[in-house]
């Protein structure tokens, strides 16, 4: 019971966000090519990748309660507020597929010399004095509609924990056939070459480093 | 190939199970350390904040969402968020440099699709890609205040607590995502 150790210092934060950064570089999370090749389906790796880590890090949490070293209800879990939660979802969605990135691989696309991501961080923040300017309007959207105070999908559905986390894990191993039988048929995953042949105001590289598909347009 | 010219070439990125499972693993030592989990949209409002403080001082104090980050002359920076975003700076560095994927330059992205699938990457207009990129950053940045957290906060995070708050997150996020990705690829061909 003695988790978890609520340290918000500069060493743990320190500690978290290197291992995020690493991670996400590794991923090929700086490179918004690979990122966004996610929405043209011929790159799954942002479905994997997320969902991977969601069904690892919750059946973790659920087996550190489960051995009674995690306290439960120790952990932050969001509330929903429908409209604000779903709009904003959108909004992220709608940028990330324009601008390619989302905030958090906006650092790590800076992080590993992208100068566009820079600007996408300009965006974000003049996006964010619009919404504090307009704020006294929006107040009311961002709290309309309420779930209860940091509802699970196990209490929604009435199930235990254990279950939602294993039906979860059977969408994503679908999610994940499905998308590497895709990624077969359109080109295959944007691989670190391309990424990095991938540079704005030049050519564009010969798509003769893609394999061979005879009835491409 | 010579030993040289291997010696230039970019690591290949990880294969996802590893990176996923990498990432889950990360997630769930910040759950146990601090008792939430990873964010990055919330560092972002601190630095709009500080900069808005640092442009227009009494507008900042006076406004009812940036007020509260700095009543009294407070700093927004200074938090767990801040020490996070830099740790993320600091391991994407480090992890680029070591994989020789660190590169200055503009990365075409969703702009660089010539003619759709298979036609290769790259081969966007210098500005129209920074246009692209300040644009969809000003509806991210909006758009996670509106839903307090963004895709590490709400869809990671709230995910990994089984949080119905990150599941509709995500679903907004895909739908938005695909939708806006199919009418980029129909405007330019």
Known sequence: MSLPLYDGGLAAGLLCGILFGYVLEGAGFGSPTKLTAQFELSDWSVFKVMFTAVIVAAFGLWLAQALGVLRPGGVFVPTLFFWATLGGGLLIGAGFA??????????????????????FILGMVAG?????????LLAGLVTAAAGPQGQTLSALLGLPDWL?????????AGGWRLGSRLERRLGGPVTAEQALAAEAGTPPPRPAARPHRPFAA | MSDASRSF???????????????????LLTFLVTGHGLGASGFFTRLAAA?????????????????GFVAGGADPLPSWITWE???????????SLAARRFRPMVEA???GRGGGHGSGYGGASLG??????????????FGGRLSLGCTSGLGLSGGATLAVAGFVFLIGFFLAGFAVSLILRKVRS
Do not use: E, K, M
Not at chain 2, 9 to 27: D, I
């Open chain 2, 51 to 67: 900069v808005s403080a640092w442009l227009a001082p009494g507008w900042t104090a006076a406004n009812a969402y940036f007020g």
């Open chain 1, 98 to 119: 324009l601008g390619g990135y989302c905030p958090g691989t906006s650092a790590v696309g800076l992080a590993s010399g992208r100068g566009d991501a820079l600007v």
């Open chain 1, 164 to 172: 939602v986390i294993a039906l979860l894990a059977l969408v994503a």
């Open chain 2, 85 to 95: 975003a830099v740790g993320v700076v600091i391991g994407g560095l480090g992890g």
């Open chain 2, 9 to 27: 070439r970019p690591a290949p990125f990880w294969h996802p199970l590893v990176a996923g499972v990498a990432l889950g693993l990360t997630l």
């Open chain 1, 128 to 136: 964010t004095v619009v919404f504090a300017a307009l704020y006294p």
């Open chain 2, 128 to 141: 129209g890609r920074l246009a692209a990129a300040f644009a969809g950053g000003a509806l991210v940045g």
């Open chain 2, 109 to 111: 992205g969703p702009q």
